[in-house]
């Protein structure tokens, strides 16, 4: 039988892969073939959501600011066309963290609105 050179190699390409799937469950964890399939769908999955929590952040965002409008007897889409037409150049994010951090601040904000 024929000695195998690149034995060595494989294996250390083989544990590249298992070291990456580390901390995964069952098989998938010491099995190659289910650990780098594993590490393929977790980068997958990794990719998409950092791109979606940029939309659940901003989703986030309108339900504090509603919560908060609501106090005063406001919905949030009233709130933001009253800040549009005040001229007011608060951003959602910015405005979230006003209604939650400095809620008298939040309550100047709408008295300019209501006035």
Request: without cysteine; charged residues 35%; aromatic residues 6%.
């Amino acid at each position: 039988m024929p000695r195998a050179a690149r034995s060595v190699a494989k294996r250390a390409r083989h544990n590249k892969w298992l070291k990456r799937a580390k901390g995964f469950r069952g098989r998938r964890k010491a099995s190659f073939k289910l650990a780098k399939e594993a590490v393929l769908k977790a980068g997958q999955h990794a990719y998409f959501d950092r791109r979606k929590k940029r939309t659940v952040a901003r989703s986030r965002w309108h339900i504090a600011i509603n919560a908060s409008a609501r106090k005063h007897d406001l919905s949030y889409s009233k709130l933001m066309a009253g800040l549009h037409k005040e001229g007011i150049e608060l951003d959602r994010k910015v405005l979230a963290q006003i209604a939650k951090d400095h809620p008298e601040v939040f309550d100047q904000v709408v008295k300019q609105i209501k006035k």
